[in-house]
C-alpha cells in the first residue's frame, strides 16, 4: 500500500500485515527508525534517517504501528555493512548499520534533542562527541547467559526485548582476549574445564584489564562442587585468566551475579590503572567497561575543575571519580548506598595512598543530603559529582544541591533524558550549563555518556 492509499483510507488502514512505503526521518536510541504515515508514527529496526523502506505492520496502537523491514527501496550513504552476524537480532549493539562518524554526530544530536525537549533548555552549546580508541573490541567486561536444553549448555545474549538466548560464538565489541575467552565456553564440550563450569551455570561474568589480566566469575543457583573441583584446569585454560570464583545465590531471576560469592582458583581481582591510578576490581564491581573513555573524561574533568579543593561525590560507587579528585588535590567525600562498592572504594583509597582525603559513607544519597553531615558538606564543598544510575538523580536531592549554593556542579549522565529533566531543575534554581560534553562509551549501541558542568549564577 502506498502513502497516497493509506491517506485516502485513514490510519485505520495500518493493521497488521499492512505493507508500507515509508520515508524514515529519525533514529530513537533503541535501533528504531522512525516514519509517519497519515497521523501515526511507524517504528522499525532496520532503516536509517534518509532511507525509504518496505515494511510491514505487526502491531498498532492508537497513535504509533510497529513494523518489519521487507526490503530497502532507498540507502543512505551513512549505511555501512554490520560486522557481527547475529546484529539486528542480540540485542547487545543497535547501529552497527550506521558509520562510526555519523554514530558520533548522531549522538550529539541526540543530547541536543533532549536539552531542547525535555529540558527546555534551547540554546546549549553542545560538544562534538569524543571518542577513543577501537569503535568496535572496547568492552572490557562480558556476561554471557547460559542456557542448558538438549544440545546442553549454550552460552549466549539475550534477544533485543526478550529472555530469547541468542546463542554466541564470539562478540567483536569485546576486548580479543575476552573473544577468545567466549569461543572457549561456547564450544565446550564432554568433560572439558569449561563444560563442567557451565553444567549449573547461569551466567558467566568475566572482566579484562589492559594489561592482559582477566577474571572469571560463574553465577549457580548454590555453590557448585563440580565447579570447585574443575577451577585450577579452568583456569589454565582460559587466555590470561588470574582467577576463577563462584558467585552463587541471586537475588532475583534477573541477577547476573549473587549475593556470595567464594574463589575457586588463583585471585578473586585484577588491576586496572588510569590516569596514574591503580584500581582494583572484580568481575562484579559496577566498573566503567571502557576505559580509554574514562581517561578522556578524566582530562577534561581536570581542564574544568583543576582548582577543587573540597568535593562531594554523590553515587561514587567503588570510587572512580573520587580517587581521580583525591589525586588532583581535592578532600572528597563520597556516597553510595551499597556497602560492597565502599569496601572497595576505602581499599582502592589505600592502594594509592589517598585515604586521608577521602571519606566515604554508605547511605543513600537522598537522605544523606538532608542529614546535618550532608548539609554541612554541601555547604563546604566547592564542587559536587554526581554520577547517578540511569534513572537520574531525585528531587530531594537536587533541591538540597541547590539550596547549599555550591559553587560549581559536574553531572555524570549514562541518560540524556533523565539528565535533561534533572538539568531543567538545577537551571531553574540559578545554575548554568558551562559545559555539555558528550562522549562515546558504548560505540555501536545508542547509549551515550554526557559530562555537563554548571555554575551558580
Known amino acids: 500500500m502506498t502513502n497516497s492509499e493509506v491517506a485516502r483510507n485513514g490510519a485505520a488502514a495500518l493493521a497488521p500485515g499492512t505493507e508500507l512505503d515509508l520515508a524514515f526521518t529519525d533514529l530513537l536510541a533503541n535501533g528504531q527508525a522512525v516514519a509517519r504515515a497519515e497521523g501515526l508514527v511507524v517504528f522499525c529496526f532496520g532503516p536509517l534517517p534518509g532511507e525509504r523502506a518496505r515494511v510491514r505492520v505487526t502491531s498498532r496502537k492508537a497513535t504509533y504501528a510497529v513494523a518489519d523491514l521487507e526490503s530497502l527501496t532507498h540507502i543512505a550513504p551513512e549505511r555501512v555493512e554490520p560486522f557481527c552476524p547475529v546484529f539486528g537480532t542480540c540485542g547487545g549493539c543497535q547501529v552497527q548499520h550506521l558509520s562510526y562518524d555519523s554514530q558520533l554526530q548522531w549522538k550529539r544530536g541526540m543530547v541536543r534533542a533532549a536539552l531542547q525537549r525535555i529540558g527546555g533548555i534551547a540554546d546549549a552549546a553542545v560538544e562534538e562527541t569524543i571518542f577513543a580508541g577501537d569503535p568496535r573490541a572496547y568492552r572490557n567486561k562480558v556476561a554471557l547467559v547460559v542456557e542448558h536444553g538438549e544440545r546442553g549448555s549454550q552460552v549466549g545474549f539475550y534477544r533485543a526485548r526478550s529472555h530469547d538466548l541468542v546463542p554466541i560464538e564470539g562478540c567483536p565489541v569485546v576486548v580479543p582476549q575476552l573473544n577468545q575467552l567466549i569461543g572457549i565456553f561456547a564450544g565446550a564440550q564432554g568433560d572439558a574445564p569449561a563444560a563442567v563450569a557451565l553444567e549449573k551455570a547461569r551466567h558467566v561474568v568475566a572482566r579484562q584489564a589492559r594489561r592482559g589480566e582477566a577474571v572469571v566469575s560463574v553465577t549457580t543457583e548454590q555453590r557448585d562442587d563440580a565447579l570447585e573441583r574443575a577451577a585450577p584446569a579452568l583456569l589454565a585454560q582460559l587466555p590470561g585468566a588470574v582467577g576463577v570464583v563462584n558467585s552463587?545465590?541471586?537475588?532475583?531471576?534477573?541477577?547476573?551475579?549473587?549475593?556470595?560469592?567464594?574463589?575457586?582458583?588463583?585471585?578473586?581481582?585484577?588491576?586496572?590503572?588510569?590516569g596514574g591510578i591503580r584500581y582494583r576490581v572484580s568481575p562484579a564491581s559496577f566498573f566503567q567497561i571502557n576505559v580509554d573513555i574514562v581517561a578522556r573524561i578524566f582530562d577534561a574533568l581536570h581542564d574544568r575543575l583543576a582548582d577543587a579543593s573540597e568535593v562531594v561525590d554523590l553515587y561514587c560507587g567503588m570510587g572512580t571519580f573520587s580517587l581521580f579528585f583525591a589525586k588532583s588535590g581535592a578532600r572528597v567525600f563520597g556516597i553510595e548506598e551499597n556497602g560492597r562498592a565502599v569496601d572497595e572504594a576505602a581499599a582502592n583509597a589505600r592502594l594509592n595512598g589517598l585515604e586521608d582525603r577521602v571519606r566515604l559513607r554508605t547511605?543513600?544519597?537522598?537522605?544523606?543530603?538532608?542529614?546535618?553531615?550532608?548539609?554541612?558538606?554541601?555547604?563546604?564543598?566547592?564542587?559536587?559529582?554526581?554520577?547517578?544510575?540511569?534513572?537520574?538523580?531525585?528531587?530531594?536531592?537536587?533541591?538540597?544541591?541547590?539550596?547549599?549554593?555550591?559553587?560549581?556542579?559536574?553531572?555524570l549522565s549514562c541518560d540524556p533524558a533523565t539528565?535533561?529533566?534533572?538539568?531543567?531543575?538545577?537551571?531553574?534554581n540559578g545554575y548554568a550549563l558551562r559545559t555539555v560534553q558528550p562522549f562515546d562509551m558504548f560505540p555501536q549501541t545508542g547509549h551515550v555518556e554526557v559530562l555537563v558542568v554548571l555554575e551558580r549564577q
Open 419 to 428: 539528565l535533561a529533566r534533572d538539568l531543567k531543575q538545577l537551571v531553574s
Open 363 to 411: 547511605a543513600r544519597v537522598e537522605r544523606w543530603v538532608g542529614s546535618p553531615e550532608g548539609t554541612k558538606a554541601l555547604a563546604e564543598a566547592g564542587v559536587v559529582f554526581l554520577d547517578p544510575p540511569r534513572k537520574g538523580s531525585d528531587d530531594l536531592t537536587l533541591r538540597a544541591i541547590a539550596s547549599s549554593s555550591v559553587p560549581r556542579i559536574a553531572y
Open 248 to 274: 552463587f545465590d541471586p537475588g532475583s531471576a534477573n541477577a547476573v551475579v549473587g549475593r556470595h560469592d567464594r574463589l575457586l582458583a588463583g585471585r578473586p581481582e585484577i588491576e586496572e590503572e588510569i
